[in-house]
Each structure stands twice: as C-alpha cells, then as structure tokens.
C-alpha cells in the first residue's frame, strides 16, 4: 500500500474532554513522533472546539464517504474515520506497522479484536442505550456487568496472553513479529482502561497473565510515550469515557 | 497490497446453521465466483462439522495470531479473523475492492461503519450477554429496541443513503467510486437483515432512502449473487442469528 508521504501535519478530530477512542489514535501519532494537531483541544478562537468535528461530519459532497463519528484522521486531502483504520494508516506511514502485507493483515485482525472488546467494555455502563445516562440504566448495568467480569474479561486478556505466549519471532515479547507495532499501544491502552474501571477484577485476571503485564509495563516506557503520558496532552480517564470507574460494577477485591 | 495470487482454494470456517457475520464473507466469495469451502458445512466424515473450527481456533502455535472467534478464512498459509479483514483481503484479491489505495481506506472505514451496526443490532436481543438466551434478558431487550428503532435505525440507514446520494462518480448508483465493491455486499446484507428482523421500523425508515433501497434492489440482481440467493447454500435467516424477527420487538406497521 504504497503512498505519497506527506510533508504536512496530521489534524485528529475527536471529543476534546475524554480518551475514548480517540486515544488509540493519539497514542500512535505520540509514540511514532509524528507532527499533528488535536483540533478539537485548541482554543475556539484558533479553529479548535466542537464545531470542526459537527463541520466535517456534515459535509458530504467535500469529504466522501462523509465520516459517520469520530475519532477523524485528516491527512493532506484524506479524510478518515474508524479508529482500526485510522490507527493502521497512521501507523503504516510512521513505521509502527508489521513490514509485510500478510503481517499487516494479521495486525488489523488483532486490532479489531480490541476494537471488539471496547464495545463490549463500554456496554457494560450502557447496555440499553448510548443516547441515555448510566444512571437511567444501572439496574440493566448492574446485570451486564458480573458476566463481563467473569467471563469476557478473562477471555480477552486471556486471547492476548496466549498471542504473545506464541510469538516466538517477538521472544513472547510482543504481540506479532519481532517489533512492537500499534497493535501492542492498542492492547496497552485496553489493559490500562480495564484496570482503570474493573480495579479489582483487572488485578485478579492479571495475576494469570504476565506475559501481558510485561508487554503493557514495557509500553508504558517507551520513550515518547513515557513523555505523553505525563504530559498534559494525556487526558485522564474519567466517566465520560468508554472506561469508567464505577465500584458497583467491578468484583471484590481479592483477598 | 500486492500479493500472489494463489491458485488453491479458500476455505470459510464459521457456524453452520446461521448466516451471521459468515454471511458477509460468503456474499463476497460467491459474487466474485471465487473456489472455496464452507468447511463447516461438509459432512463430518469429510472434514465437516464444528470439530475443525474449534481445532483452528485453539492452535496458537500453528496459526500465529489464532483468531479470537468466526468467521475464519484460510488461504493458502494464511489464517485470517474479523469480518471486516476477510471481506477485504478477499475483495482485493478477486476485484471486488476499489482500485486505488485511499479508496481502499475508505472502502474499510464504511465495512467497519456496517460492523458497528451489526453489533447495535444484535444487541437489541441480546444486551445483557452473548452467553445467555434471548429468552433470559427479553425485559431488557424490549427496552433498548425503542431507542434502536427511533434513533439508531435510521441514523444508520439515513447515513449510507447519504453516502450514496454523495457519490457522483457512482452516479449515486454505489456507495464509492464508479462500480459497486465488497462495500455494497455488505451494506445489501445490512439492510436485508434489518428487515428480516425489524419489517414494520424497516418499512418506514426505507421509505425515505430510496437510494439505499435501489442499491439494494440492484445487488439483489447481481448474477452470480442472485443464483447464490436462490441455492441452498444461502441459509435462510433464523433466530440464532444477528438478525432475528422478535414481533415483540418491532415497532408498530405504518399505517
């Protein structure tokens, strides 16, 4: 998939207030270096707020197919939605992608397992409907969640262990290949979000998996990432987002 | 995205009494007229049966990353998962992917946008857990379908029909480009879905996209697709499936 490099910068649009799924962009964009902008996060006298976003989805006959939400990539004349998408392009440009094409279909495979999980995550607080307030759905929330607890969450932190488990190109330290690729920021970002919400069920799940805990650990140290997470670039998880901390949903702590 | 074109044969892994997100991967293999085995669907002593889609699920160490859950599609060496990857490896393998690489991205980001609806719209049936029956949370079923038929329906419908009205290189006749691709496949199987599954809320949404509805009507004649429709080897829709006709669940017939 051979493109034109650009000289430009890279313009995200994406809810200025949470990480959401706009934070798996961001984490490409910080750890590959490369040059852009959070539109959104600039001050509305300098083009920034909300009004871009509402601008970009609305216009159809510049941008086709118009983007159907956020987060939105614009790259010179491309105009990008789906964070799966926008993470591989970024990534394939930047050089945080696999180097084949087989590699790289792989990558996306893994990366829309994530994307799987998000949802399934973030359903737990809004099992009835995005368009209402955890608090018009917590007995429904409150029925989703134990089952989220003690069998999706195993099972997706699970499929990543074994994944890195089975790289031996990566010595079981990576998710695929020899390298870290995007695919590792993205599970990072998952486990990070999970523990933030699921404290207690995160740390019991964990316990098994520490092939897992090393990959996130070794992440969590790369240089420019390092220095985007203590920057105030980094948005603080909060319960706006698709990972919220809300102790009635997560287990028991383990003894 | 160059690769060799292998000679052999593809092979589909996936349940085999619904049509489910499998049934985005068959409508691709069997429009393009590819050579592939349903394997499931073999008799057992042929090699059928649920046996071999658990045998490629569990070897880590073979097939390296193993998919999370079906569809699978093996191709020569290669094991793929996830709906949306498959579609497209498949897709532009056998020219049913746009020609040009942002049109490829493009193409990805409206297949991941048809993902998206079809996790919302069977978790209308099944919002509590995928691990449970129907029958087990119809309490809460019946209170998220309203906001899906109200809202979630027609935003997404209203959308692809925006898209399409859009696209004057397509004589607003496909969603992208000048000739219909993997997109519009699935975008068919979107909206035949929803109608099986919700035929009154469908009617009345459908009434105001009738582009949508001819992009329907026009794949729906597709030769190779139409000969398929009208085999054996489409199974009907059930109610084991993604789309599954509730009447409890639908909204009132318009008038």
Redesign the interface.
Known sequence: ???TKRRGRYELYYWPFIQGRGEFVRLVLEDSGAEYVDVARLPEDQGGGLGPIVEIMQD??RH?????APPILKAGD?V???T??ICR?IAEETGLAPAT??D???A???M??VA?AV?ETH?VHH???G??YYEDQKD?AA??AP??IS?RLPKYLG?FE??I???SAGKRRC??GSDATYVDLAVFQLAKGIEYAFPNSFARVAAGTPRLSELVARVDERTRLREYLESDRRIPFNEWGIFRHYPELDGPKTP
């Not at 086709?64 to 159907?68: G, I, L, M, R, S």
């Open positions: 998939m051979a493109m159809h006959l086709h197919p118009a983007p159907f491309l990008l939605a789906q799966a998408v392009f094409a087989a790289r279909l792989r996306d495979q893994l829309l397992t799987d949802v359903d099992p009835i409907s368009g209402l429904e029925r989703r089952t989220f069998e499929y074994s994944v488990s089975a790289n998710l695929l």
